[in-house]
């Protein structure tokens, strides 16, 4: 296996010794092949560097935020935020960032944002390859509005699909939730239905999501997903065994 390569924005000598001996601690054989200290550094670096692993980012570099280095940085590299400003974090999530972490940063907060930052690219390299699950396809994915256009959401990165007080949302892996143009039952018609189901009026869920459910009386089920913070997702009597047999049960 490749070592993971890794960049660094950070202007503080102090921060970035401190992330260096995290990583080496974490697993020795990642590779930090840059130290950026400015939003001028990161936009020469991005302009012969684009096979980068992960980027770890403060916000406040000496010239400036890091979002104008990171607008050259390519769509598919993950970046964790490390930072003392709680303010930007919204903003973050525009820059494919999957973690969003306060300073001080702890070695197992860190070690636990770089797996799932890596985890969930794969699965983005695997839909966009049509290496993973067989059912996601061109179909399963979103384009969702951001401050300076739109992006590309694979399905593979969705935990569920709600809709609250007339609008539609989509909710990540990470917890980012992105208002949707459509209604739940247009979403629900235009997705790959071996692998997302409207399973009731309120709630679209993708399978892979999908942990287990809960007798309930009357004929009822709940429904239960991975993760924490699982919402209250009732399927009716009626509605049970078209559920069931979608989950293969």
């Known amino acids: 296996m490749m070592p993971l390569t890794i960049v660094i924005f950070e202007d503080d000598s102090y921060s970035y010794r401190l992330l260096r001996h995290m990583l080496q601690a974490i697993d020795p054989s990642y590779e930090v092949v840059g130290l950026l200290s400015s939003v001028e550094e990161g936009r020469a670096f991005f302009s012969y560097h684009q096979d980068i692993d992960l980027v770890l980012a403060d916000i406040k570099l000496r010239d ?24 930007y974090a919204f903003r973050a ?21 770089i797996r799932k930052s890596m985890r969930l690219r794969k699965q983005i390299s695997e839909d966009s390859f049509g290496l993973g699950n067989p059912s996601m ?17 694979p399905g593979s990165m969705v ?25 739940l039952e247009d979403v629900a018609s235009n997705l790959d239905a071996r692998s997302f189901m409207r ?44 559920v069931c047999n979608w989950l293969g049960k």
């Open 159 to 183: 935990r569920y699909i709600s809709s609250e007080d007339k609008t539609t949302y989509v909710r990540l892996m990470d917890d980012t939730i992105y208002p949707l143009d459509q209604s």
């Open 199 to 242: 399973v009731n009026r309120k709630y679209i869920l993708p399978r892979n999501q999908v942990k287990g459910y809960d007798s309930l009386p009357n004929g009822r089920l709940r429904l239960l997903l991975y993760g924490d913070d699982c919402p209250e997702i009732i399927v009716s009597r009626t509605q049970r065994k078209v």
């Open 64 to 87: 400036g935020l890091v979002f104008d280095a990171l607008s050259y940085a390519p769509d598919d590299i993950p970046v964790i935020f490390i930072t003392a400003h709680e303010e």
């Open 93 to 113: 999530f525009e820059y494919n960032s999957l973690c969003y972490l306060l300073k001080p940063v702890k070695e197992h907060q860190l070690a636990m944002a």
């Open 137 to 153: 396809g061109d179909k399963s994915c979103f384009w969702v509005k951001t401050a300076t256009g739109a992006k590309r959401i």
